[in-house]
C-alpha cells in the first residue's frame, strides 16, 4: 500500500500496480489501437488513391499521430485515466495526491510514451518502473501521475469473539463514552488475532489493553475474570448499543456471529445474572460448576428410585380413547 496525502491533508491508501499488469494494459492498447490504425489506414488509401505521393505520405504521418498518439491521450483524458486495457485489468491513472488525471496529464504521459514505449519497445518504460518505487514510468515522473489498482480483492474480515456465556450482559451499566476510537480498534485487532499470538505476548498484551479501558471507563475488570475475556465481554456490550441505536432499540440477538460464538475456549464460569456495579467482583472461574436447572417432570431426584409414570387422566365423558 502507498500512503498519499491529499491537498485536504487526507490520507490515501492505494496499491500501485505492478509491472506485470501494467505491461498487459498496455499491450492490449496497442493491440487496439493498431488494429484501428490498419483500418483506418486502409479506407485511406483507397480514398486518396488519386493524390500525389507526398500527399499521401503526409496523410499517413498525421494519421499515425493522430490515432497511435492522440486518441490514447483523448481517451485517458475523457475517461479520468482507464483506458482499454487499464478498464480491463482494473487499474487507473490518477495524480500524485489520488485525483482525477487532466489533459496536461494525458498529454505528457502520452509525449513521452511514444518515446519509452513506441520507439524503444518498451525497454525504457519497463527499467524505469523497475527502477521506481511505486512502478512508475518517466511519463509518470513527469506528469506527476501514478497507476494505481481499483479492484482490489476482499480479505475474509475477521469477527470478534463472543464472550463467555457467563459473562455476556455483566457490563451494561458501563460508561464507554471516554473510550477513543484507537482503543478499541487495539482491542479488535488483539482480539481477532489472540490465537496467533505467543501465550507470554497474548496475556501481556490482553492485561495491557484490560488496564487502559479500566482506566477510560472507571471501572476496572472483575476479580478472576481473564484480561481477554473481559475485552471481549465490553467490546460485545459496545456492539449491542450501536445495534440498538441503529435498530431502534432492539438488541442483538445472540453472541457476535463468527469466531468463537458459542464462548468456547473461554474458561467455564458462573452463570449471567444481574449487570454489575461499579467495583463489584465476579467469583473466580477456576474450579466452578455451573449449577443443574430444574428436574424435568418425572425425573428421578440423585439417590431416589426412579417414579413410575402417572396413568393418563380419561376424559369425562366416559370416552376410553383406544390403546
Given at each position: 500500500?502507498?500512503?498519499?496525502?491529499?491537498?485536504?491533508?487526507?490520507?490515501?491508501?492505494?496499491?500501485?500496480?505492478?509491472?506485470?499488469?501494467?505491461?498487459?494494459?498496455?499491450?492490449?492498447?496497442?493491440?487496439?489501437?493498431?488494429?484501428?490504425?490498419?483500418?483506418?489506414?486502409?479506407?485511406?488509401?483507397?480514398?486518396?488513391?488519386?493524390?500525389?505521393?507526398?500527399?499521401?505520405?503526409?496523410?499517413?504521418?498525421?494519421?499515425?499521430?493522430?490515432?497511435?498518439?492522440?486518441?490514447?491521450?483523448?481517451?485517458?483524458?475523457?475517461?479520468?485515466?482507464?483506458?482499454?486495457?487499464?478498464?480491463?485489468?482494473?487499474?487507473?491513472?490518477?495524480?500524485?495526491?489520488?485525483?482525477?488525471?487532466?489533459?496536461?496529464?494525458?498529454?505528457?504521459?502520452?509525449?513521452?510514451?511514444?518515446?519509452?514505449?513506441?520507439?524503444?519497445?518498451?525497454?525504457?518504460?519497463?527499467?524505469?518502473?523497475?527502477?521506481?518505487?511505486?512502478?512508475?514510468?518517466?511519463?509518470?515522473?513527469?506528469?506527476?501521475?501514478?497507476?494505481?489498482?481499483?479492484?482490489?480483492?476482499?480479505?475474509?474480515?475477521?469477527?470478534?469473539?463472543?464472550?463467555?456465556?457467563?459473562?455476556?450482559?455483566?457490563?451494561?451499566?458501563?460508561?464507554?463514552?471516554?473510550?477513543?476510537?484507537?482503543?478499541?480498534?487495539?482491542?479488535?485487532?488483539?482480539?481477532?488475532?489472540?490465537?496467533?499470538?505467543?501465550?507470554?505476548?497474548?496475556?501481556?498484551?490482553?492485561?495491557?489493553?484490560?488496564?487502559?479501558?479500566?482506566?477510560?471507563?472507571?471501572?476496572?475488570?472483575?476479580?478472576?475474570?481473564?484480561?481477554?475475556?473481559?475485552?471481549?465481554?465490553?467490546?460485545?456490550?459496545?456492539?449491542?448499543?450501536?445495534?440498538?441505536?441503529?435498530?431502534?432499540?432492539?438488541?442483538?440477538?445472540?453472541?457476535?456471529?463468527?469466531?468463537?460464538?458459542s464462548g468456547a475456549g473461554w474458561p467455564a464460569g458462573p452463570a449471567a445474572g444481574p449487570p454489575l456495579g461499579p467495583g463489584q467482583a465476579v467469583p473466580a472461574a477456576?474450579?466452578?460448576?455451573?449449577?443443574?436447572?430444574?428436574?424435568?417432570?418425572?425425573?428421578?431426584?440423585?439417590?431416589?428410585?426412579?417414579?413410575?409414570?402417572?396413568?393418563?387422566?380419561?376424559?369425562?365423558?366416559?370416552?376410553?380413547?383406544?390403546?
Amino acid at each position: 500500500m502507498s500512503e498519499l496525502v491529499t491537498g485536504e491533508a487526507v490520507a490515501l491508501e492505494l496499491r500501485p500496480a505492478k509491472l506485470p499488469s501494467r505491461a498487459l494494459a498496455v499491450l492490449l492498447d496497442l493491440v487496439a489501437a493498431v488494429v484501428f490504425y490498419v483500418v483506418v489506414t486502409l479506407l485511406l488509401a483507397l480514398a486518396t488513391a488519386g493524390l500525389d505521393e507526398a500527399a499521401q505520405m503526409a496523410i499517413a504521418v498525421a494519421t499515425f499521430l493522430l490515432l497511435l498518439v492522440g486518441v490514447p491521450i483523448a481517451v485517458e483524458t475523457l475517461t479520468h485515466g482507464r483506458s482499454l486495457g487499464k478498464l480491463a485489468l482494473g487499474l487507473r491513472v490518477v495524480r500524485d495526491d489520488g485525483g482525477p488525471i487532466r489533459f496536461r496529464h494525458a498529454l505528457v504521459r502520452g509525449a513521452v510514451g511514444v518515446v519509452e514505449i513506441l520507439m524503444t519497445f518498451g525497454v525504457v518504460a519497463c527499467v524505469a518502473s523497475l527502477v521506481s518505487a511505486r512502478g512508475r514510468r518517466l511519463g509518470d515522473v513527469f506528469a506527476g501521475t501514478l497507476v494505481v489498482r481499483e479492484r482490489v480483492p476482499a480479505g475474509r474480515s475477521p469477527f470478534v469473539p463472543a464472550p463467555p456465556p457467563w459473562l455476556a450482559g455483566q457490563f451494561s451499566g458501563l460508561d464507554l463514552s471516554a473510550v477513543p476510537d484507537a482503543l478499541w480498534l487495539a482491542v479488535r485487532q488483539y482480539l481477532t488475532r489472540m490465537g496467533q499470538l505467543d501465550p507470554h505476548v497474548g496475556a501481556a498484551m490482553a492485561e495491557r489493553l484490560a488496564s487502559d479501558l479500566a482506566a477510560r471507563t472507571g471501572t476496572p475488570a472483575p476479580y478472576g475474570v481473564p484480561p481477554g475475556a473481559y475485552l471481549a465481554a465490553v467490546v460485545h456490550e459496545r456492539q449491542a448499543r450501536e445495534a440498538r441505536r441503529a435498530f431502534g432499540g432492539a438488541s442483538l440477538p445472540g453472541p457476535v456471529p463468527g469466531g468463537q460464538g458459542s464462548g468456547a475456549g473461554w474458561p467455564a464460569g458462573p452463570a449471567a445474572g444481574p449487570p454489575l456495579g461499579p467495583g463489584q467482583a465476579v467469583p473466580a472461574a477456576e474450579g466452578f460448576a455451573p449449577p443443574s436447572g430444574p428436574a424435568a417432570p418425572g425425573a428421578a431426584a440423585p439417590g431416589e428410585p426412579p417414579q413410575q409414570p402417572q396413568p393418563a387422566e380419561r376424559p369425562s365423558n366416559g370416552f376410553a380413547p383406544p390403546a
